[in-house]
């Protein structure tokens, strides 16, 4: 155990000159796994917590009573400076994939100053599927549905439309795609998951594309931090008089926390003394 640590604090102070630099490059120059499985020593890997090439952040998972000693989490942020913290699912039972739901969201700056935000929603099932409609064989699309809302700087829809390529019902489940103009002059910050459902529940939209939609404003303010946003990270003495608006907008973020103390101390809730 003792040449463990010696060749991990090693690996420490030769990588420790890229501190400062974000996560994902100190992972280009130095990737964890490669490291770990070419490199160091599976003393190392028991350390750490790392177990049939798969992260945790605590030991205690694969390691016993190492973890009263360290924490591959902790020790990892001891020796690279970086905060690193690994909670992976826990291992399945035995089991067979059936089938694949995937949403996926991109967010586009236009040159005209507005944005687009371009949402997809699928399902594919392994096997064929008889549906009313005929079969479908495995592999291909069930539901493959696009919306596309364009919002102005201050996330309001101007512009919406939706198209269905893949329907389990063609003819009638691709024609309710005009009805996602609804979503114009809606606000993604006020109210909209209510505007989606008064005008779209129901009889009165696609229960895929309107559930799509549901998830629209957080993909919107994720695309606009640190460009139509500015989240003020990284700024030491925050001059602005208001508390940036991701504060108290989640349990690792609320003023009271640990998060905010360490990250935006100025903006921590000091606990009154009763």
Partial sequence: ??????????????????????????????????????????ACAKLLGFKQRRMSGCCRRSCGNVHDVYTGCNYLRRIFGIGLVFMPLSSP???ALRHTRAIEIEAFARDDGLWDLDARISDVKVRDVTLASGVRSGGTYLHNLHLRITINRELTIVDAEAASDAVPYPGYCDTIAPAYKKLIGLSLMKGFRLGVKERLSGVLGCTHLSELAQ????????????????????????????????????????AEGPAVAVYYPRWVAKAVPG
């Fill in 93 to 95: 039972v035995p089991r």
């Fill in 215 to 254: 998830i629209l404003p957080t993909a919107a303010i994720q695309a606009y931090a640190n460009d139509v946003i500015q989240t003020r990270d990284g700024l030491g003495d925050d001059p602005l008089p208001d508390k940036p608006f991701q504060i108290d907008k989640c349990h690792a973020l609320r």
């Fill in 1 to 42: 155990m003792h040449t463990c640590l010696w060749y991990l604090q090693r690996q420490g102070k030769r990588i420790h000159r890229y501190q400062n630099r974000p996560n994902d490059e100190i992972s280009r120059i130095f990737p964890l796994k490669t490291m770990l499985h070419r490199n160091w020593p599976p």
